[in-house]
């Protein structure tokens, strides 16, 4: 069997690590003209589930490996004030793993053959069963299956059930990440907690990995490269509705909306990385009716993008990938592999985008939450 998967993200690049390791021929093909073109750095919680998923998908050698990269998350998650005082409680916080998303998606990547500048931009069903990817800029492919892991926007989507569209929350957030400090180590306290100011909110969350991932690599499976990254605090602020950037850089525009704020939390944003900071919006897509089960079939944002803030995108997404790969790998025929997976996928896809939407007011909202 052959398997075309269209995009790099964390959900095509599981799959893919999940279906060579079955022995299945697998290939990726990503429109990014190259692996870092853009910023992907930011971190993710992983719930039990979805790190039993990514493990189920990785060959068992390098199970140490991710053990070692990932950090612990915990905590209470607060509201405060701009000075850091509470003045209120979102309940309590996620536990789980976090990882970091570009790290992972390098270890994701190892052994893979990805073709990058390769934007499909349609598909033909053959006469024989098999279907053929087009692509912009590269020749046709054909496989026996073609998995759109193609993410929010997926154009595998639009042509296999053009109804399902994504819907615009209207939240707009910026998003940053900067070296954790000693200084900044001392906003503990506010890992996980939202911080109340005039019409907007900052979230801050630490990434700290058990090992740094280089080192880690280095000393525990030296075929993989990961790159050089130390710990560091992520930062998000959520905009007024719609809110825009104007023509200034995403840290200053964060930095002009925090006029005395606590100067640990405006030195957070002046001393963060320039190049992995940016606006970014949230978009959702609901799984609708489903389509009878072919050669082509959707996972991970492509057909269940959440809200990030309920943090199930990715478990999701990792969650799909290891069923997809179970079902191809059970030895029924393709068709009702692909069904049985998709029968599943869209009941638990589609609780995971009513769970994330029911959290986006809190967080938001610039008021505490009833
Ligand atoms: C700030 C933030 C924080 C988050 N935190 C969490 C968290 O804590 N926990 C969690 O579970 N989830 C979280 N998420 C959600 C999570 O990141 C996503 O749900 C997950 O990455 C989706 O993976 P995916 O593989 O489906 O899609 P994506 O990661 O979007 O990958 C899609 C890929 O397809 C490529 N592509 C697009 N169109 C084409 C085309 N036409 N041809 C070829 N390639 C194409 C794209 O370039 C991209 O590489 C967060 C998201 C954000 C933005």
Redesign the pocket.
Known sequence: MRVSI?????????LAQGLRGAGIEAEV????PAIT??F?G??????PG?FEALRGCLPQRWHPLLDAIVGDAYGERLILDPQLNQVGALGPG?TGI?VD?HVLRHLLLTGLPVHTG????GYDLLADGQVEAR??DRDPVTADLLVG????????RSVLSPQTTPTDTGVR?V?GRTPLTDRFAGLSRAFGSKIAGDGVSLLL?AMRFRTPPKEAAEALAPEVTLPDIRDYV?W?MILPPNGSLGTATPQEAVLSRMPGWHPDLRALIEQADPDNSTL?S?RVVEPGERWAPGPVTL????IH??S?T?????????R??DLLRRCLTGGRDLLSAVGDYERQMFEYGAEAVRFSLEALPAIASQTEPA
Do not use: H
């Not at 390769?118 to 931009?121: F, G, I, M, N, P």
């Not at 892991?149 to 595998?156: F, L, W």
């Open positions: 269209v995009g790099a993200g964390l959900g095509g690049l599981c093909y990503e429109r990014d073109a853009r992907q930011y971190r993710l919680v992983l719930n979805g996620r976090v998303r390769a934007a499909l931009t692509f912009a892991a193609d993410g929010v926007g997926s154009a595998v957030f998003i969350g992520r998000a970014l949230i996972l991970g944002d492509a993008a959440t990030p309920r943090g199930n995108g990715a478990n999701t997404a990792l799909d990938a």
